[in-house]
């Protein structure tokens, strides 16, 4: 059986109402390829610096996969977002800084438009950006096919996955009624506990 590191695999992504819906996505198809999504929205300890969660993060997940897509000024205060360029560069920082198993960390990273990333990250040119187009079934096949070449399981095709999570959303009211929950106050360990609960119970 694998340990939780070699599971575990962090999600460097927006947390903004709009990207909810590829954010779903993306947890979703990491748990049916058989794997564990980590992500800052699981701890709810404020008393910890943000950026020293997201370094231990890092160090627990072998895997990690970086949507690099916000890129936009904000419409508040006509500046761009940092966060995930930042995080993406501590990923590539433990990968060469780290200790001798984190030199075997490896990582998706993923774009809305394939090669717009040369526009103000350059540095990274020479790696595979994956193109989601903002479309959750695209997105659900890059994760997919990523994830299904580090796995020792049968991965099922992106298209079953994406009609799995289709099934999933059309359950989720019953399943959340079923746990004394309301679909829009989950928190992110909560949609995690139902995406568990149902891929076991389907799949039996």
Known sequence: MKDSYSQSVFLNCPFD???????NAILFTVHRCGFILRCSKEYDDTSKIRIQTIIELIKESKYAIHDISRVGLDEHNNLPRFNMPLELGIFIGSINFGQKKHKEKESLIMESQRYRFKEFISDISGQDIKEHSDDPKKIVKCVRDWLSKRSDEKIPSASIIFN??????????????????????L????????????????NE
């Open 17 to 23: 109402d709009d990207y909810d819906e590829l954010f």
């Open 164 to 185: 799995e999570l289709q099934e999933f959303k059309a359950k989720l009211p019953e399943l959340c009624e079923d746990a004394q929950w309301i679909v829009e106050e």
């Open 187 to 202: 928190t992110f360990n909560e949609y995690s506990a139902l995406v568990s609960t149902w891929l076991a119970l389907d």
